[in-house]
C-alpha cells in the first residue's frame, strides 16, 4: 500500500481504543474465565443498558464519579447518561423489577462504563468493568462469599500474584463517634487517616479539644492496625464501643471462613481504609498486584443502595477492572498468544478440499482456507506470516476425494504426504 | 535476597536532605560522588534503589508504582493532586507557596482584583486558590524564572515559592498571601503499602524516629 492512500488522518477521540487481535482475544478468554468461574457459585449474568437517565445513575454515587459521568440529551430534553459503573443500574433493576424474587439474588455482570477521568493504569475513559453483586443477605457468610469468590474470579482469569485488602468502615465510624470532634476537625482527620498520614493525624489529636486517653490510644493506633488476621485480636483491645467491637467481630467471622474458603493466604486486613465511607456500610475490600500501582479490584458491603430503588435490602459485592487485571497479567509475565489457525488449507478449485475442512473443524480443529489460489511455496509463506504452523495443498484440483487420496502437508519438519482420511493425524494438531 | 524498594528522589534542593535523612534512617544511600548524571541507583545495603526524577514527578513516579516510596515537597504533592498515600512529614525543604506582586503595586486586597494575570509554575492550586475568593485568574504557567514575569508586564502577579524571600525583594517583589507552607512529604504508592507492607512500615517507622529526635 502506498503512503497516500493509507488514512492516517482519523484519530479517535480520547479516552477510547481499539482491541486488536491478541488483546481481543484475552479479554475475550477473561471474560469467559469469568463467567465459568460466577456459573460455579450459582451466579447469573444480567446485561444492562449503556445508557439510562442521568438521574437514576446519580444516584448515591459520590460526587466525583458523578462529575465524570457523560451526559446529553434524548429528543425531549431529558438528561441522559452513559453508565459510570454497574452497581447502580443492576440496583435499580432488582428495584424495580427483581424486589419479589426468591432471595438471595446472586447477580454478574460484564459491560463497559464510562468516565470523563484522566487515563491511569490500562483505564481509558471507555473501560470494562465485570462484577457480582450478592443481594438480600447480610452477615459474615454472605461478605466471606464474595469476597473468595473475587479471589477465585482472579485465580481463574490467571493473575498468579495479587492480594486482597479487607477494612469494615464500622471500626472507623465508631472511632469517629467516640471521638465527637467539631465537624471541621473530623473532615482533617478523615484525609489524614486516607492518606495515611500519621504525623499529620498525631497532630490533629493534640489539637482536639480534652481527649480521654483510651480514645486517643484507639486513634493514634489505627493506621499500625493493619495486617494478617492476628492483627484483629491486638485492635480488639482498643475497641471503644458497641460498633467497633461488631466491626471487628464481623472481620473475625469473616477471616474464619475465609480460610475455610481456602483464600486466606490472598487476603490481609486494614482497618484504616476510609475511601468510600460514605457509601459502603459494613465490609470493604480492595486488591492489588505486584507490578500495578492501582486496585485492580474493589468492594464492599452497601446495604443502603437498594432502598433508593425499592424495598431496602442487605448488597455486597465487587467489580473488578478488566483493563487493569489484563494490564496486571502483563506485568507478571502472561502474555496471550497472537490467535491463529491450526492449518491453511489451498482449496480453490477444489471442492472437495472443503468437506475436508468442514470435517476437521468439526474435530475443533481451526482451518483457514485460501481464498487466493497461492502456489504452495507462497501458502507456506504465507501461513508463517500469519502465525499458522501448517499447510495443506492438493495436487489433483478435479474429482471426488477419495479417502485414499494424497493431499500435502507442510511445517516446519518440512514436506510430506497426508491422507484425506488421516484423522489421527489432524487430531493431534489440537494438543497444543 | 528480597528486590530493593525503589524510592524517588527529587533532583534539586531536596536531595541532599532527603540522601541525608535516609543515611539518618540506616540506610546506605549513595555518595555524593555516584550522584552524579546516573538516575538510577542502588543501595550498598540492597534495601533501597534510588531513582533520580524532576521533583514535579515525583508523585506520578509513585501513583503508577514505578516507585514504592517517594520523598517530595508537599507544594508538589498538593499540585500533581495524585492518588498516593503521606505516611510522614519530613523536618526539611520548609517553604511557602505565596501570592507575590510588585512592590510599587498599589494597596488593592486581592478580592477586588478584575481578573488578576497570574504567572506560576502551580496552575492548579493558584486557579483553586483565586476561585475560592470569587476571582478568575488567567494562569500563565511558566517552568521557571516566575518572578521576571511581573518585571516586564507579563503578569500582575505571581505564585511561586518562597525561602527566605530574598529573591522577591531582590527583584523589587512583595509577599501578599500564603497559599501552602510546604515541607518535604515521604510518599507510599498503594499498592506497595500492602503488598510489601513489612518493609514499608519498617521505613516509616525508622524516618518516624529521626524526624522526632530532628
Redesign the interface.
Same mark, same amino acid.
Given at each position: 500500500m502506498t503512503t497516500e492512500m493509507r488514512s492516517t488522518d482519523r484519530p479517535l477521540p480520547e479516552g477510547v481504543r481499539d482491541l486488536l487481535f491478541a488483546d481481543a482475544a484475552a479479554w475475550r478468554s477473561m471474560t469467559t474465565a469469568l463467567h465459568e468461574t460466577w456459573r460455579g457459585w450459582g451466579y447469573r449474568e444480567i446485561i444492562l443498558p449503556t445508557f439510562e437517565y442521568a438521574e437514576t445513575l446519580a444516584t448515591d454515587v459520590g460526587s466525583q464519579i458523578d462529575a465524570e459521568m457523560y451526559r446529553f440529551f434524548d429528543r425531549h430534553g431529558r438528561t441522559l447518561a452513559l453508565r459510570p459503573d454497574l452497581t447502580i443500574p443492576t440496583a435499580r433493576v432488582v428495584g424495580t423489577r427483581l424486589f419479589d424474587q426468591p432471595l438471595p439474588l446472586r447477580i454478574s455482570y460484564v459491560g463497559n462504563v464510562f468516565r470523563h477521568e484522566p487515563p491511569?493504569?490500562g483505564r481509558q475513559h471507555e473501560f470494562t468493568q465485570a462484577g457480582v453483586e450478592l443481594i438480600g443477605a447480610r452477615g459474615a457468610a454472605a461478605d466471606a462469599e464474595v469476597i473468595a469468590l473475587a479471589v477465585a474470579a482472579l485465580r481463574g482469569v490467571g493473575l498468579p500474584r495479587f492480594?486482597i485488602?479487607i477494612g469494615h468502615v464500622g471500626f472507623f465510624r465508631g472511632l469517629l463517634a467516640a471521638l465527637n470532634l467539631p465537624e471541621q476537625l473530623t473532615g482533617q482527620l478523615r484525609s489524614a487517616v486516607s492518606?495515611?498520614? =500519621?504525623? =499529620?493525624l498525631a497532630d490533629l489529636l493534640a489539637e482536639a479539644p480534652r481527649l480521654a486517653s483510651d480514645v486517643c490510644a484507639a486513634s493514634r493506633a489505627l493506621?499500625h492496625f493493619?495486617?494478617g488476621p492476628q492483627m484483629l485480636h491486638t485492635a480488639d483491645a482498643f475497641c471503644l464501643n458497641l460498633m467497633m467491637a461488631d466491626a471487628l467481630a464481623d472481620l473475625a467471622a469473616l477471616s474464619g471462613l475465609l480460610a475455610a474458603y481456602g483464600v486466606d493466604d490472598a487476603v490481609?486486613y486494614?482497618l484504616a481504609e476510609v475511601r468510600d465511607l460514605d457509601y459502603y456500610t459494613g465490609v470493604t475490600f480492595e486488591g492489588?498486584?505486584?507490578?500495578?500501582?492501582?486496585?485492580l479490584i474493589t468492594g464492599g458491603r452497601y446495604d443502603g443502595l437498594l432502598g433508593h430503588f425499592g424495598p431496602p435490602q442487605p448488597a455486597v459485592g465487587w467489580a473488578l477492572t478488566l483493563d487493569r487485571v489484563l494490564e496486571a497479567r502483563e506485568v507478571q509475565g502472561v502474555l496471550g498468544a497472537q490467535p491463529a489457525a491450526d492449518v491453511l488449507l489451498s482449496a480453490l478449485g477444489c471442492p472437495a478440499c472443503l468437506t475436508w475442512a468442514a470435517s476437521a473443524r468439526a474435530l475443533g480443529v481451526r482451518v483457514e482456507v485460501d481464498p487466493l489460489g497461492l502456489a504452495p511455496d507462497e501458502l507456506w509463506r504465507a501461513a508463517q506470516a500469519r502465525g499458522i504452523p501448517r499447510t495443506i495443498a492438493h495436487s489433483q484440483p478435479a474429482g471426488p476425494l477419495a479417502a485414499s487420496r494424497l493431499l500435502t502437508l507442510r511445517d516446519a519438519a518440512g514436506e510430506r504426504p497426508l491422507a484425506a482420511d488421516d484423522w489421527i493425524e489432524v487430531r493431534q494438531w489440537l494438543s497444543r | 535476597m528480597a528486590e530493593p524498594l525503589t524510592i524517588a528522589i527529587p533532583k534539586g534542593r531536596l536531595t541532599d536532605d532527603a540522601f541525608a535523612f535516609l543515611a539518618r534512617g540506616g540506610y546506605a544511600v549513595p555518595n555524593n560522588g555516584e550522584n552524579g548524571r546516573r538516575l538510577v541507583l542502588d543501595g550498598a545495603d540492597g534495601r533501597l534503589r534510588f531513582i533520580m526524577v524532576k521533583p514535579a514527578d515525583a508523585p506520578v513516579f509513585?501513583?503508577?508504582?514505578?516507585a514504592d516510596l517517594g520523598i517530595a515537597g508537599l507544594d508538589v504533592v498538593r499540585e500533581a493532586e495524585r492518588?498516593?498515600?503521606?505516611?510522614?512529614?519530613l523536618p526539611f525543604g520548609y517553604c511557602r507557596l505565596v501570592v507575590a506582586g510588585k512592590t510599587d503595586r498599589p494597596e488593592m486586597a486581592l478580592r477586588v482584583e478584575r481578573s488578576p494575570r497570574v504567572a506560576t509554575r502551580f496552575p492548579r492550586l493558584t486557579e483553586a486558590f483565586f476561585r475560592k475568593r470569587g476571582l478568575t485568574p488567567e494562569v500563565i504557567v511558566m517552568a521557571g524564572s516566575v518572578e521576571l514575569a511581573p518585571l516586564i508586564g507579563l503578569a500582575d502577579l505571581i505564585v511561586d515559592l518562597v525561602q527566605t524571600g530574598v529573591t522577591l525583594r531582590e527583584n523589587g517583589l512583595t509577599e501578599l498571601s500564603t497559599i501552602l507552607e510546604s515541607q518535604a512529604v515521604l510518599l507510599?504508592?498503594?499498592?506497595?503499602?500492602?503488598?510489601r507492607?513489612d518493609e514499608v512500615r519498617e521505613l516509616?517507622d525508622r524516618l518516624?524516629a529521626v524526624?522526632r529526635e530532628t
Open positions: 491511569r493504569a492480594r485488602t492518606r495515611k498520614a =500519621e504525623a =499529620e493506621l493493619t495486617g490481609n486494614d492489588f498486584a505486584p507490578g500495578l500501582g492501582f486496585s | 509513585v501513583e503508577y508504582g514505578a492518588d498516593v498515600y503521606e505516611p510522614l512529614q507510599a504508592n498503594r499498592a506497595s503499602y500492602r503488598l507492607s516509616i518516624a524526624a
